[in-house]
């Protein structure tokens, strides 16, 4: 759940926090202007430099959001991600030089929810962490169950069953497979996916899409022995089980 409450700063002033976000990042200067525009846009904003005070912080304050730089000194983002994924579902923006296409990629993989290239515009990490939030607000829209003879989805409970087996996605996983099951049968393209899933002001590139699509398509053939998910060359991807009849 978004936290979303008003607290009484100082006697007089109401402000809404809209989450806590934790920033795990070592140059002090960027450290400062996220925290100072996250802060402007109404986020309670926690900043830590390494990466085992960025696990330690998470495990006690419990963020809604980790805005984590790759590069850190000692243990690097990639690990701080894959230690954070091990105990909690927190939403994972990566921050990454523009040479680090490769570990961007493995971020993704690990689970981060998307990426920004340094150097960004601050204004663009406020839109894309709250376009993340709000993904996360949408997903309790949906609470019918979408019923096929490999696939169960419960939007209510937030879980995804292939072959009766209860699926580990992380939640964008989790929110592209949703949207190529409600499409079922029909092709979503890849900015159509980008759009419904990211949210339209994202600014990354669309390979993220065959990334994550690739990952859901992996995980339910594991367990299903099928390919569920067919790529439509030059278009995009379409769910193609079979809806069943309960
Ligand atoms: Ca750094």
Redesign the pocket.
Known sequence: MLREYVCNLGGWEHRIVKGKILVV???KSIQTIVRTYLENAGFQVVCVESGADALRVAEKQRPDLVVL?L??PGMDGIEVAVRLRQESDVYILMLTARSEEADRVTGLRIGADDYLTKPFSPRELVARVEAILRRRRGDKIASTALIFVDVRIEPEKYEVYAADTLLDLTHTEYNVLLELVRHAGRVLTRDQLIDRVWGVGFFGNERVVDVYVGQVRRKLEQVTGRSLIETVRGVGYKFVDTPKDV
Do not use: G, T
Request: proline letters at 0%; charged letters at 65%.
């Open positions: 990042e070592d140059e730089d590069n850190l």
